[in-house]
T-cell receptor, first 116, second 113 residues
Framework: DAKTTQPNSMESNEEEPVHLPCNHSTISGTDYIHWYRQLPSQGPEYVIH???SNVNNRMASLAIAEDRKSSTLILHRATLRDAAVYYCILRAFIRGGGGSNYKLTFGKGTLLTVNP | ETGVTQSPTHLIKTRGQQVTLRCSSQ?????VSWYQQALGQGPQFIFQYYREEENGRGNFPPRFSGLQFPNYSSELNVNALELDDSALYLC????????????FGEGSRLTVL
């Protein structure tokens, strides 16, 4: 399985932008790049995903390198509620069976601390 | 529209016992997947079910098994529990879509003594 590499932890100040990097040098052409976050005592929560082009939604922006070997999750104005573990994930196709056969391969993620 | 719910939230078992964890998918979702999350680690994919059939499996032994029911609720069964099975077990549901996001429950915390 293709793997992702993220910094173990990052720190930010409230209301400042945060750039969370991710390396995925062995990404294949069919892998989607997904970002999830996990707040304490909760299950992961979808943030954003993309394939080749940069993406924006209400939560964040995703910048994908032209060669797709790295990406950056951008939180435009961090709040205290954004403190969480952020996972950069490759959504890979699973051969066989019916339906959409995809699995998420999580790494250890980046623990984001937001200072007031 | 209700979210993904899991039960029980916490449970304690002893080595060698069997456990069944339950998940109620988000309304309208026909795909469910299960993940194991050890303390301090990211979730690891166990398997996925689509319309009551397993259609993908991670690197877990056969003593990890599952079921998906016609109403798309599901179960994760683990036989012959080992100490290393202590973890948070997460259920996630999704639509049958190539890029569909997964909706996770809050998990079932299993402790094996």
């Amino acid at each position: 399985d293709a793997k992702t590499t993220q910094p173990n932890s990052m720190e930010s100040n409230e209301e400042e932008p945060v750039h969370l990097p991710c390396n995925h040098s062995t990404i294949s052409g069919t892998d989607y790049i997904h970002w999830y976050r996990q707040l304490p005592s909760q299950g992961p929560e979808y943030v954003i995903h993309g394939l080749t082009s940069n993406v924006n939604n209400r939560m964040a922006s995703l910048a994908i390198a032209e060669d797709r070997k790295s990406s950056t999750l951008i939180l435009h104005r961090a709040t205290l509620r954004d403190a969480a573990v952020y996972y950069c994930i490759l959504r890979a196709f699973i051969r066989g069976g019916g339906g959409s056969n995809y699995k998420l391969t999580f790494g250890k993620g980046t623990l984001l601390t937001v200072n007031p | 529209e209700t979210g993904v719910t899991q039960s029980p939230t916490h449970l304690i078992k002893t080595r060698g016992q069997q456990v069944t964890l339950r998940c109620s998918s988000q309304s309208g979702h026909n795909t469910v997947s299960w993940y194991q999350q050890a303390l301090g680690q990211g979730p690891q994919f166990i398997f996925q079910y689509y319309r009551e059939e397993e259609n993908g499996r991670g690197n877990f032994p056969p003593r990890f098994s599952g079921l998906q029911f016609p109403n798309y609720s599901s179960e994760l069964n683990v036989n012959a529990l080992e100490l290393d099975d202590s973890a948070l077990y997460l259920c996630a549901s999704s639509l049958d879509s190539e890029t569909s996001e997964l909706f996770f429950g809050e998990g079932s915390r299993l402790t094996v003594l």
